[in-house]
Nanobody, 111 residues
Framework: QVQLVESGGGLVQAGGSLRLSCVPS????????VTWHRQAPGKRRELVAT???????NYADSVKDRFTISRDNAKNTVYLQMNSLKPEDTAVYYC?????WGQGTQVTVSS
């Protein structure tokens, strides 16, 4: 079964950028969508962005026009490009695919 690994998190100042990566181990992504979620301490996990196998994307209102989800088939990787980061974006970011979650990567945005 697939297992997902996220990377690219870190500490940035408000207004900065980060690019998160999601890579499956075991086998490539299937035809099902890949989604990014985030969870801050004491809050529910929320859907951030979705990308389908044909490249269709959707975003939460809170990140629309700032975040971009994309995929690189050659590298078998899904990305989340995060620009104009705000302190409110601070959370653990998770990749999800076919019922599996990654381990999460911490994103911290300082003011």
């Amino acid at each position: 079964q697939v297992q997902l690994v996220e990377s690219g998190g870190g500490l940035v100042q408000a207004g900065g950028s980060l690019r998160l990566s999601c890579v499956p181990s075991g086998r490539p992504f299937s035809i099902y969508s890949v989604t990014w979620h985030r969870q801050a301490p004491g809050k529910r996990r929320e859907l951030v962005a979705t990308i389908t196998s044909d490249g269709s994307t959707n975003y939460a209102d809170s990140v629309k026009d700032r975040f971009t989800i994309s995929r690189d088939n050659a590298k078998n990787t899904v990305y989340l490009q995060m620009n104009s980061l705000k302190p409110e974006d601070t959370a653990v970011y998770y990749c999800y695919h076919e019922g599996y979650w990654g381990q999460g990567t911490q994103v911290t945005v300082s003011s």
